[in-house]
């Protein structure tokens, strides 16, 4: 910047330069063009799943939100918000569309996985449950960890349900209180979690 003698009063933007007063004085000082830099199409595709990422996750249940942070405690200076964006970018796709639910992780943890987890359902009413093994090779602590359920139908591909189940490790089953949609996929998420809530398994995915 420099000081004038503005004799003609001048304030504000003049071509390249800018007239501005302080303290009394005139001073201009030149201002520098804004350079357009355009982004690749490598930069373009990942602000735009970027961008579909944090609006799927800005419309999460509290209870997935809260799965997340027990997940987010382990890692130094991560929040909920910043596990869900780090672990599931690549599940989304730049069209502002959900493309790959399977690898989608609501959670992360040293808790056990559930062995041979899978859905049956019943002949004659339809009923769905949710099995696993009851050959668990894991602490005895962890026996009383918590069944954690989220779903996904593929027609509203952005509304995440919490299911509401009670059930534990040694349970082996639970019936869910989902229907069977015909021509149309539904994605659940489990995970377990433990009896003081500060510690979670890794996200299973099972398809009906």
């Known amino acids: 910047m420099a000081r004038?003698?503005?004799?003609?009063?001048?304030c504000?933007?003049?071509?390249?330069?800018?007239?501005?007063?302080?303290?009394?004085?005139?001073?201009?000082?030149?201002?520098?063009?804004?350079?357009?830099?355009k982004c690749s199409e490598e930069q373009w595709r990942h602000r735009m799943r970027f961008?579909?990422?944090?609006?799927?996750?800005?419309?999460l249940p509290e209870e997935v939100r809260h799965v997340l942070d027990v997940a987010a405690a382990s890692?130094?200076?991560?929040?909920?918000q910043t596990f869900f964006m780090k672990q599931n970018l690549k599940a989304f796709h730049p069209d502002g569309t959900l493309k790959d639910p399977?690898?989608?992780?609501?959670?992360?943890?040293?808790?056990?996985?559930?062995?041979?987890?899978?859905?049956?359902?019943?002949?004659?009413?339809?009923?769905?449950t949710l099995c696993w093994s009851d050959e668990l090779d894991v602490d005895e602590a962890e026996r009383q960890d918590r069944l954690v359920v989220f779903a996904i139908r593929e027609r509203l591909s952005f509304q995440v349900?919490?299911?509401?189940?009670?059930?534990?490790?040694?349970?082996g089953q639970v019936e869910?209180?989902?229907?069977?949609?015909?021509?149309?996929?539904?994605?659940?998420?489990?995970?377990?979690m433990a009896p003081d809530g500060k510690s979670v398994s890794p996200t299973q995915h099972v398809a009906i």
């Open 102 to 128: 399977e690898a989608l992780q609501f959670s992360d943890g040293l808790r056990g996985w559930a062995y041979m987890l899978r859905v049956e359902t019943h002949e004659g009413n339809g009923q769905l």
């Open 75 to 80: 890692r130094r200076g991560w929040s909920g």
């Open 176 to 192: 869910l209180p989902l229907e069977k949609e015909e021509g149309s996929l539904t994605h659940l998420f489990c995970c377990w």
């Open 12 to 37: 504000g933007k003049l071509g390249d330069l800018f007239f501005y007063r302080r303290d009394g004085k005139d001073y201009v000082k030149r201002i520098g063009k804004r350079k357009t830099v």
């Open 4 to 10: 004038v003698r503005n004799e003609l009063g001048i």
């Open 51 to 59: 961008r579909t990422a944090a609006k799927f996750a800005s419309r």
């Open 161 to 171: 349900e919490v299911v509401n189940v009670t059930a534990t490790r040694e349970d």
